[in-house]
């Protein structure tokens, strides 16, 4: 049994208690309404009862008293007070009232009358001991009425003075009230636990839904990221947190299966260059070697680490790239004029040595953003325009305005991009030729390219037509 | 014993090279599987060495149309050692792999393996009367005492005793002791069988006039 404090960290030991409660509390209320309702009920006929037996007494009276002179007024106060006081037998009386006169009858209905001054003038034999004169009712009320040890007793004022008593022992009327109300308890404590058992299985059903769905993303947190939440149910609240979750699950998949991709692409491309300086280091160590062969050896060892170099600056610049937090550490006004001449002028002498005409028809032009990456994204491109292409191609690089967007084209007369290989050609370690020796590239150039250019808020777009040429766009936005 | 390299990164391929010819293999390069194949089905070699990433046609590409001629073996070189390359590569006809990067002398030793169990040989020395050849060292012995052979020498001595009992053809011997860069003189082979005759007596090496030479197995 886990602790009480454990319980309630769980939703469906929370919602069972609350519905516990309430309906503890809704139960109650409704089986003291019913018992109240069948103990005022069973008063009030009580309280009819003893009305009606003290007015067909009365009457009674008044017959015998109308016996010998019919059709005469009611009788007299003191006339009354001698019919009364006359009264000892039972024969003249219905059966119902015959009780009256008989000592032993301790269980119904008895009478008293007394006059004014309290004086006794009639008192039924079955009445009790104790019976006391009653104190008047209120003004404003016909009667009122007295518990006294088990007896509920009517007391009325009578014409003339007259105060009269009736009653009854409701022992046996209690008793069934008290059986009554046991009853009702019992009805009630069932209806609650009837109440748990439903809420617990209600809750239970509810519950269930959100037990797949975290015992699913433990799975998937535990590292089976291909596993999806069962979306069984209809279109409500948790379907749609199903769909959500699920939906979640899928980008993050992607974004881990593109991480373990990019990882294993990147430690692909490291594993070449370093077999290559293990590979001539123990070469070198194995023997005594001539002066020439060491520095053969070193230099094949310095190319390799460099081009390790170059692949690691790529893969920071795209980490760098890739990071939230700050994807423009220096964003500020850039003269892309500028940049472009610079990256012009550093390229000069690469397009020379390839023959390579390098064009260029820049307008003044300039957007917010890091300078060092945009110089980073012209570079490429041009350099990428100038290797992929044969001697005596052209390269030209045009800059403009239009739209409020800062429009740079690069384009060259190399042999195009055949389509297939176009929707991947910003792909990291895409290469159209995967022939390392085709260029120095390592196919990351133009995914760096595309990575600066995305967190400046643009686009770069590809245009190629095979054996004509390809032109890259880059679109930035000026503000 | 003449290899062929095939592998597209330049650095590579020259150290590659260069480490095997210190082995004194010859050695023969390509740099895209379509040059790779064409050397691999023209000419008998002992061993390829053959990179998997390659430009033109990959490796296991050009493996899987190589073996429909040739049985060579094939040591395959992968950057990527998830376990789904490496049964590929074997699956397509690969007879072992190493995983970049990889130590230069296990790579020897494969190749030294991947020769000797090519030629039917479970161990690295081999007894020819009273002669003793350690593949392994690439020496030669008799009656205990180390002959100093030159490497083209002890690779025609391994050659031959690699096809022991059978006669092997003067070509068959150029094809695998000299490398395409190597200038062939018709009768450089003639001199190193003398001097091996020399080293090792007169009657290590018969000639069989008109077909070629051999070794023949202790009685």
């Known amino acids: 049994m886990p602790p009480v404090q454990n319980l309630l960290h769980s939703v469906r030991w929370r919602l069972q208690l609350w519905h516990a409660l309430i309906l503890m509390g809704v139960i109650t209320v409704l089986c003291i309404l019913a018992y109240r309702l069948a103990a005022d009920d069973k008063r009030e006929r009580i309280d009819r009862e003893l009305t009606s037996f003290e007015r067909a007494f009365i009457r009674q009276i008044f017959e015998r008293s109308n016996r010998g002179s019919p059709g005469e007024k009611p009788p007299s106060s003191n006339r009354l007070r001698q019919l009364m006081q006359d009264m000892d037998a039972a024969a003249d009386f219905p059966l119902e009232m015959r009780d009256l006169f008989d000592p032993t009858a301790v269980d119904s209905t008895y009478l008293a009358f007394w006059d004014g001054s309290g004086n006794i003038l009639f008192q039924s034999a079955n009445a009790p001991r104790n019976l006391t004169f009653p104190p008047a009712p209120p003004q404003d009320q016909e009667y009122s009425t007295r518990l006294q040890d088990s007896r509920r007793e009517l007391i009325r004022n009578g014409p003339r003075g007259l105060r009269g008593v009736v009653g009854r022992d409701i022992s046996a009327d209690m008793a069934e009230l008290h059986k009554l109300a046991w009853q009702i308890s019992l009805a009630g404590a069932l209806l609650w636990l009837l109440g748990l058992v439903g809420g617990w299985w209600l809750a239970g059903r509810v519950i269930h839904p959100i037990n797949v769905i975290s015992q699913t993303a433990t799975r998937i947190a535990g590292g089976n990221v291909s596993e999806r939440i069962d979306v069984t149910t209809a279109d409500d609240e948790l379907g749609r947190l199903s769909h959500v979750l699920n939906d979640t699950f899928d980008r993050l998949e992607g974004a881990i299966e593109r991480q373990r991709q990019f990882t294993a692409d990147a430690s692909h491309e490291l594993r070449t260059p370093l077999t290559v300086i293990l590979s001539e280091t123990s070469r070198g160590l194995k023997r005594e070697r001539t002066a020439e062969e060491y520095q053969d050896i070193l230099t094949t060892c310095s190319l390799a680490g460099t081009r390790m170099r170059s692949l690691v600056e790529s893969l920071l610049i795209l980490a760098r790239q890739d990071g939230n937090d700050h994807p423009m550490p220096d964003p500020g006004p850039c003269d892309l004029n500028q940049i472009l001449s610079e990256a012009i002028r550093l390229l000069q002498p690469l397009a020379n040595e390839r023959g390579i005409q390098l064009a260029s028809r820049l307008e003044d032009t300039a957007c917010a953003g890091d300078a060092r990456a945009l110089s980073m994204v012209a570079v490429n491109l041009i350099s990428n325009a100038i290797h992929h292409q044969p001697h005596q191609g052209s390269v030209t690089v045009h800059l403009r305005t239009s739209f409020g967007n800062a429009i740079l084209e690069v384009m060259d007369t190399g042999p195009g991009i055949a389509a297939d290989h176009l929707p991947h050609i910003f792909d990291r370690f895409y290469r159209v030729d995967p022939s390392r020796q085709a260029n120095g590239g390592h196919g990351l150039g133009l995914a760096i390219a595309k990575a600066i250019v995305t967190n400046h808020g643009g686009t770069i777009e590809v245009e190629s037509i095979p054996g004509e040429g390809s032109t890259f766009r880059v679109t930035i936005p000026r503000t | ?219």
């Open chain 2, 1 to 219: 014993m003449r290899l062929l390299v095939i592998e597209d990164d330049p650095l590579l391929l020259r150290s590659l090279a260069a480490n095997l010819r210190e082995e004194n293999y010859a050695v023969d390069t390509a740099v895209n599987g379509e040059d790779g194949l064409f050397k691999a089905t023209s000419i008998d070699y002992d061993c390829i060495i053959l990179d998997g990433m390659l430009p033109v046609l990959d490796g296991w590409e050009l493996l899987s149309r190589l073996r429909k001629t040739k049985s060579t073996p094939v040591l395959m070189l992968t950057a990527r050692d998830a376990v789904p390359d490496r049964v590929c590569g074997l699956d397509n006809g690969a007879d072992d792999y190493l995983t970049k990067p990889f130590d230069g002398e296990e790579l020897l030793a494969r190749i030294r393996a991947l020769i000797r169990r090519s030629s039917g040989q479970a161990t690295n020395l081999i007894h020819i009367g009273q002669a003793l050849i350690d593949t392994a060292a690439r020496s030669v012995s008799l009656r205990g005492e180390t002959i100093p052979l030159t490497p083209r020498e002890y690779a025609l001595v391994e050659y031959l005793t690699r096809h022991l009992g059978s006669v092997v053809s003067r070509s068959e011997l150029y094809e695998h002791l000299f490398d395409e860069d190597d200038d062939t003189l018709s009768n450089l082979l003639d001199v190193h069988v003398s001097n091996v005759r020399k080293k090792l007596g007169a009657d290590f090496i018969s000639t069989r006039r008109g077909h070629g030479y051999a070794i023949d197995p202790p009685n």
